[in-house]
């Protein structure tokens, strides 16, 4: 216990901050999700289809972001707050980059939206929903450089602050333009998707405000404007983003294109796999917090070349993620039922939603391994075997195991859920393998 406390406390100190942000984004899912829930369970349904396909585009252009924290905390455990500011330039360069591309192939899918086998009582739902946050990419893309920098140099309660005012901003948008509130036209879940689109314009300008504005970032703003593009650091935040924006965005996949499979259940199917997707952010976007702040800590260990703390904090920040998933499976286990009617009130979709609990609960183990082990792995710069790992652990075992089981087999919706702890798994397992022999090599 002692050889750990120093790290629990300063995992504690970076990842609740950061975790607090996340239950941000969760309250956000939750309160989207049961506003539109409860507006029609045909705009449930569509808004499942459309946040699986956007969820994959924004958590790609978030894991290539992801490049940018072991960078500056690198940097940031030298001293050499200059040269943050200029990898921050690049970084701005190369995210814009990639959030244009993103922007283009959503774009190719909105086009082809009513050939993807999705209800077509649905479609004139999803269209203009789909534009909407197609056309927030480029914000959440500005405001995800942003905060990889002030989660890298350790100020995490900036992002915070910030993600929770774009959170009330969103709700009470929601509120006024999902049912019509206080003289505005009642616009259902396009309402929802301009609200949405606000609050990240928001969110980003906020944070640009507090960077510029704040005394404290004075030398990473003279390294912004006094250095230049450069193809070391654009190359790097290349090679080491699309890695890390494959990993991610591979798992994501393996969740949205199984509502791919879902739509082609049904309807009713479709609309309990967006109740329990909903309801499982509260697992997987906290962890994403812990995990970040391990990554944060790794990349400033490694700048300093002490590898037994880089391994201590890890294993410190895996014990600290198994007790959020056991804290959250809990209650989840116990008032499961419960908790899916605070979305819906379609005794159908209830029972089908109920049947997906017991897998959902069964993954956490591999989640938690995977996201510890890839944010360690992303902290020491080694992300190229990310790729590689998911493409097998999500495209080779989860899909094929969730069609064979849900699809094939008849299982339904609770099939392709119980296929997701054996990738996830598989992957936590071959991450923390790389992890280790990376640090034994280096060592020798």
């Known amino acids: 216990m002692n050889r750990y406390l120093r790290h629990y406390k300063a995992l504690a100190s970076l990842g609740i901050p950061i975790i607090i942000g996340?239950?941000?984004?969760?309250?956000?899912?939750?309160?989207?999700?049961?506003?539109?829930?409860?507006?029609?369970?045909?705009?449930?349904?569509?808004?499942?289809?459309?946040?699986?396909?956007?969820v994959l585009g924004l958590l790609v252009c978030l894991g290539f972001s992801n490049a940018i924290t072991p960078m500056v905390s690198n940097l940031f455990g030298q001293g050499n707050e200059s040269r943050i500011g200029e990898v921050l330039?690049?970084?701005?360069?190369?995210?814009?980059?990639?959030?244009?591309?993103?922007?283009?192939?959503?774009?190719?899918?909105?086009?082809?939206?009513?050939?993807?086998?999705?209800?077509?009582?649905?479609?004139?739902?999803?269209?203009?929903?789909?534009?909407?946050?197609?056309?927030?990419?480029?914000?959440?893309?500005?405001?995800?450089?942003?905060?990889?920098?002030?989660?890298?140099?350790?100020?995490?309660?900036?992002?915070?602050?910030?993600?929770?005012?774009?959170?009330?901003?969103?709700?009470?948008?929601?509120?006024?333009?999902?049912?019509?509130?206080?003289?505005?036209?009642?616009?259902?879940?396009?309402?929802?998707?301009?609200?949405?689109?606000?609050?990240?314009?928001?969110?980003?300008?906020?944070?640009?405000?507090?960077?510029?504005?704040?005394?404290?970032?004075?030398?990473?703003r003279k390294g912004l404007f006094a250095g230049k593009m450069n193809k070391s650091d654009f190359r790097r935040l290349w090679s080491m983003g699309i890695p890390l924006a494959a990993q991610l965005g591979m798992e994501t996949a393996a969740f949205s294109l199984s509502g791919v499979m879902v739509g082609w259940i049904g309807m009713v199917s479709l609309a309990a796999h967006q109740v329990m997707l909903t309801i499982s952010q509260f697992f997987y976007l906290i962890y994403f917090g812990m995990a970040a702040a391990i990554s944060v800590r790794v990349?400033?260990?490694?700048?300093?070349?002490?590898?037994?703390?880089?391994?201590?904090?890890?294993?410190?920040?895996?014990?600290?993620?198994?007790?959020?998933?056991?804290?959250?499976?809990?209650?989840?286990?116990?008032?499961?039922?419960?908790?899916?009617?605070?979305?819906?009130?379609?005794?159908?979709?209830?029972l089908l939603a109920s049947s997906c609990i017991a897998p959902l609960i069964a993954y956490q183990f591999g989640d938690g391994l995977q996201y510890t082990y890839s944010n360690?792995?992303?902290?020491?710069?080694?992300?190229?075997?990310?790729?590689?790992?998911?493409?097998?652990?999500?495209?080779?075992?989860?899909?094929?195991?969730?069609?064979?089981?849900?699809?094939?087999?008849?299982?339904?919706?609770?099939?392709?859920?119980?296929?997701?702890?054996l990738g996830l798994t598989g992957a936590g397992v071959a991450f923390r393998h790389l992890f280790n022999s990376t640090l034994s090599s280096s060592q020798h």
Not at 30 to 40: E, K, L, N, P, R
Not at 90 to 117: E, K
């Open 89 to 220: 330039r690049n970084a701005i360069a190369a995210n814009m980059l990639m959030g244009l591309f993103v922007t283009g192939v959503l774009f190719l899918t909105y086009c082809f939206i009513d050939r993807l086998g999705q209800p077509q009582n649905l479609i004139p739902v999803m269209r203009p929903y789909f534009a909407i946050n197609m056309i927030s990419i480029p914000f959440a893309c500005c405001f995800n450089v942003m905060k990889q920098l002030f989660d890298g140099i350790t100020h995490t309660r900036v992002p915070m602050w910030t993600m929770i005012g774009g959170v009330a901003i969103n709700i009470i948008g929601n509120y006024l333009l999902i049912y019509g509130m206080c003289g505005f036209p009642e616009m259902g879940l396009t309402g929802a998707g301009i609200a949405t689109l606000i609050s990240r314009m928001l969110m980003m300008v906020a944070l640009a405000c507090v960077f510029f504005l704040g005394k404290r970032y004075g030398k990473v």
């Open 22 to 54: 996340q239950v941000g984004t969760i309250v956000l899912g939750v309160a989207d999700t049961v506003m539109i829930g409860h507006h029609s369970t045909e705009e449930l349904a569509g808004a499942a289809f459309v946040n699986s396909i956007f």
């Open 299 to 350: 990349g400033y260990f490694s700048g300093q070349g002490d590898h037994v703390a880089m391994k201590d904090n890890v294993v410190a920040g895996f014990r600290l993620i198994m007790l959020i998933a056991f804290c959250l499976s809990v209650p989840t286990v116990v008032f499961g039922r419960d908790l899916i009617g605070l979305f819906t009130d379609n005794e159908e979709v209830g």
């Open 376 to 421: 360690a792995l992303r902290g020491i710069g080694r992300v190229k075997p990310l790729m590689t790992v998911a493409f097998v652990a999500y495209f080779m075992v989860s899909l094929p195991v969730g069609y064979m089981l849900g699809i094939r087999m008849g299982m339904g919706l609770a099939g392709i859920w119980w296929a997701f702890p």
